[in-house]
Structure formats: structure tokens, C-alpha cells
């Protein structure tokens, strides 16, 4: 072995024993160290040093929702030390720490919730930045894609219909989130966060649609419950979704004309035009006095145009000619009416008397016809 790789070992296992040393605190297993305290006033009983601000500018059309909210928004930061100001001259809003504020990081928090209400956020929602384990993440997704068009489009995907796949990606990452204007504003715990970022840029980068990262968190949602896959590689249950690029044909809209060696015969030229119709040797006046006749013409042409579509309002529409045709029409259904009423009489008469008929007579009557047409066919 060479020297260096001796030195190299004897710096690897100083470090090793240096900072890997077993700490009483590393096996509790009663210690979740993701949780996040909730701050406590007595940590820091002197209170801030110096005055921190932020402050941020927000849009003209926010103003009179702001205006109607501000007395709670101030009224939940001040119950933290955090004084709030909203000027309206600059389109300003402004937090600053106070002699009362105690939490070092509750400004970091009144920044976050001021830069919500700016975009668009409802201030109920908003306020809610303000607890321990809730963080935002602001998501700028107007320089990920040029077209104005396909922005448009990729971000009515990331919205779905009737904001269903929006609705969907809440409930799975336990975020709440809103697409405005160039921005996503995205609310939850910091897992909840990453995964929202991560769909959206997929989304805006047309690498994956919503809908698929919807199915895979379901997968991961069911994949959780089974503790014996806790600690296993989950990639073989995930579905695997590749992206096709399907080239459409190009619809031929000029038609080919048939080949010919020749070239076309050549197009008469101007002069030419002028020397067949002996334009060309005309005088200059004669040559205005023509085109002033051709003027002439097609201003006639245009104005009795112009007067028969005027004259086309005045004529009178056709009256109708069969109104003698209708009387008779009228007259010859009256006519069959009565003739068929007259015949529906007669036949409820006949009826009538052959229920009167008695039984004996009708069968003796029915005995009778065959001799009497035998009688005839003799006679005949």
C-alpha cells in the first residue's frame, strides 16, 4: 500500500469517528423528528432586537376585496405582534415585527400571507399560512412556455373540466392550490408541495399530463396501506406512461398538374396587348377619352344595379290566388262528411234490427237461403 492511501484512511476514520459517534437520542423511537414544534413565548422573552418589513405590491382589481378584508388580516397578525399596513396609494401591502413579537420566523410567515392575498388568494384561506405546519410555495409558470396559445392550453389541463382535475390533485396531495393569472399558489405540508410543483412543471412542460400523475398517486395512496411493502421499491406497481409522438398527415390542398417537357407559352405582354387593339397609336387624348368612356360605362352599369336593388323593397309581394279553390275544398269535406254520417246511420239501423231478431227465426231464415239458391240455379 502507498503512503497516500494510508493517510487517506487515517483521515476517513478520524471523521468517520468523529462525527458518527452514537447519540442516546438516535434509538428513541418516541422522537418524530418531522414534527414541528409549535414556537412558545417564554424561548424568547426579550422579544426582536430590531424591526423587520416586508412589503408587496399587489393588483388594481384586488383593491376592493383587500379594502373589505384588511380588519382581519390585521387583526389575526396582531394577535402574533406583527403590525399591517395597506396603502392604497402605492398598491402596497406592509408587515412589520413590533416591541410584542416574540417568534423570530412569524414575519417569514406574514410575508407568505401578504403575497397570497396578492395573488388572489381568499383571506380566510390565506390566514391559515400563519400555523406551524402549514408552508406555501408560489409557482411561476409564465416563462415555461412561449406560445401564449399553448399556455393557455396547458394550463386549462392543470384546471380540468369544471376544475375536477384541480379537485383531484387536493384531495391526493392535501395541498390546496389555485392557478391565477402566470402564478399557481399552493398551500400544505412540504411534501404536499413538492409533489404539486413537480405535476405542474411536468404540465406546463408537456413531459406528462395531470391526469397521469392523478392515477400514479392513487397506486402510491393504496401502495401505503400495506405495511409488508413499506419499505420495498414501488417502480413495478406504478404504471409507465410513454410519450407518443403521432405524426399527422399533411392534407394536400394543391392538386398536381400533369407533367409537361414544354414550358408554357409565353403571356402577351402589355404593348402586345395594346398593338392588337391598336391602342397603341392612339393619342393621348384619345386614350383618356376612352378610358373616360369605359368609366362612364361601368358607373351606368353600377348605379341601375344600385336602383333596381332599391326599387326590389317597393314591389308588392304575390297576393294568394287560391282563395275560390279553398271554398270548394271546404264545400266538397262538408259534402263527404255528410254522406259519410249517412252511411254510418244506416249501418247502426241494420244493427238494431238484427239485435231484435229472435233466434229461431234467424236460424230457420239461414236454413232457407241454400234451397232457394239451389231453386234458382235449376230455374236458370
Not at 27 to 52: A, C, H, L, T, Y
Not at 260 to 283: A, C, H, N, R, W
Request: hydrophobic share 30%.
Amino acid at each position: 500500500m502507498d503512503e497516500n492511501d494510508l493517510t487517506n484512511e487515517v483521515v476517513k476514520g478520524k471523521k468517520k469517528g468523529k462525527h458518527d459517534k452514537p447519540k442516546p437520542w438516535d434509538d428513541d423511537p418516541n422522537i418524530d423528528r418531522w414534527k414541528v414544534e409549535k414556537f412558545d413565548p417564554s424561548w424568547n422573552e426579550g422579544g426582536m432586537v430590531e424591526v423587520s418589513s416586508f412589503s408587496t405590491l399587489f393588483p388594481q382589481y384586488r383593491e376592493k376585496y383587500l379594502q373589505e378584508a384588511w380588519p382581519l388580516v390585521k387583526s389575526s397578525l396582531k394577535e402574533f405582534g406583527i403590525s399591517a399596513e395597506l396603502n392604497l396609494v402605492e398598491g402596497s401591502m406592509t408587515v412589520s415585527t413590533t416591541r410584542k413579537t416574540k417568534d423570530p420566523y412569524i414575519i417569514v410567515k406574514a410575508r407568505d400571507l401578504i403575497r397570497l392575498l396578492s395573488r388572489s388568494v381568499p383571506a380566510p384561506q390565506a390566514i391559515k399560512i400563519l400555523d406551524d405546519e402549514m408552508q406555501c410555495d408560489i409557482i411561476k409558470i409564465s416563462g415555461l412556455v412561449r406560445n401564449k396559445e399553448r399556455f393557455v392550453k396547458r394550463r386549462q389541463h392543470l384546471v380540468g373540466p369544471n376544475s375536477s382535475t384541480l379537485k383531484a390533485l387536493e384531495i391526493l396531495t392535501g395541498c390546496y392550490i389555485l392557478v391565477q393569472g402566470n402564478t399557481v399558489s399552493v398551500m400544505g405540508s412540504y411534501k404536499g408541495l413538492k409533489q404539486v410543483r413537480r405535476i405542474v412543471e411536468e404540465c406546463m412542460l408537456n413531459k406528462m399530463h395531470p391526469v397521469y400523475n392523478i392515477k400514479i398517486l392513487m397506486m402510491k395512496k393504496e401502495l401505503e396501506k400495506d405495511p409488508a411493502l413499506a419499505q420495498e421499491n414501488w417502480d413495478r406497481f406504478l404504471p409507465k406512461f410513454n410519450k407518443k409522438n403521432v405524426k399527422q398527415k399533411k392534407v394536400n390542398t394543391k392538386q398536381k398538374k400533369p407533367y409537361t417537357p414544354f414550358p408554357p407559352p409565353q403571356q402577351p405582354s402589355k404593348v402586345d396587348i395594346q398593338l392588337e387593339t391598336g391602342e397603341y397609336f392612339m393619342s393621348d387624348k384619345k386614350k383618356s377619352a376612352k378610358k373616360w368612356q369605359e368609366r362612364q360605362e361601368k358607373q351606368a352599369e353600377k348605379t341601375a344595379e344600385n336602383k333596381r336593388k332599391r326599387d326590389e323593397s317597393f314591389i308588392p309581394p304575390k297576393e294568394p290566388t287560391k282563395l275560390v279553390d279553398n271554398s270548394e275544398d271546404a264545400n266538397n269535406n262538408v259534402s263527404e262528411m255528410a254522406m259519410s254520417l249517412k252511411k254510418k246511420a244506416k249501418k247502426f239501423g241494420k244493427s238494431k234490427s238484427e239485435e231484435n231478431i229472435n233466434a229461431e227465426a234467424y236460424i230457420i231464415g239461414s236454413s232457407d237461403q241454400p234451397s232457394r239458391k239451389k231453386s234458382k240455379q235449376q230455374r236458370s
